[in-house]
């Protein structure tokens, strides 16, 4: 397989005015998805990125973050953790409500899934405005474990995100500058 460079990765990802509502520009991910190379590039850059934190875990929110985020921990030889919406997991959870972008949202993880003194790498497609990847970090700490750093696909470094998870290790595959 080729490699593919960032620039050529950032040129799959359409950018899709006013969705979900007007005034939000989305990022549609699903050509780097539908491209094997893309897809490739995008889960072995991450996988770069993420490979000195030696994580036990990568935890991903849903829905986005599963697309990317198994694949990243079975190259990390880490596990994988679920973090899903309210009611969509069957045994003890806890759970953190968060703002985004476009309003308010609850995830939750199950109560066993990330024991004491666990080393987890926090991941999504996306780093926005840091709503969704601090309510990753208080999963973890809350279950005991370490935030030992959070790896993203795409930063929209305009809207700052990255202050929301001041403390801990960023990393962005691509980033955009401006909107």
Avoid: N, Q
């Amino acid at each position: 397989m080729t490699t593919m460079s960032t620039t050529d990765l950032r040129a799959l990802i359409r950018d899709v005015p006013d969705f979900p509502k007007p005034g939000v520009g989305f990022r549609d991910i699903t050509p780097v998805l539908a491209s094997p190379e893309g897809f490739h590039a995008a889960v072995s850059g991450l996988t770069e990125l993420s490979r000195e934190y030696r994580p036990d875990h990568v935890i991903a929110a849903e829905a986005r973050g599963f697309l990317f985020g198994p694949a990243v921990a079975a190259e990390l030889g880490a596990g994988f953790v679920l973090a899903r919406k309210p009611g969509k997991l069957p045994r003890e959870t806890v759970s953190v409500e968060y703002s985004l972008e476009y309003g308010v949202d609850r995830l939750e993880v199950h109560t066993e899934a990330i024991g004491p003194g666990a080393r987890v790498l926090v991941h999504d497609d996306l780093l926005a405005t840091g709503g969704t990847a601090r309510a990753l970090c208080e999963l973890v700490e809350a279950a005991g474990g370490e935030v030992v750093a959070c790896a993203f696909l795409l930063e929209l470094a305009f809207l700052d995100g990255r202050e929301r998870l001041a403390g801990r290790p960023v990393h962005a595959l691509l980033r955009d500058d401006a909107e």
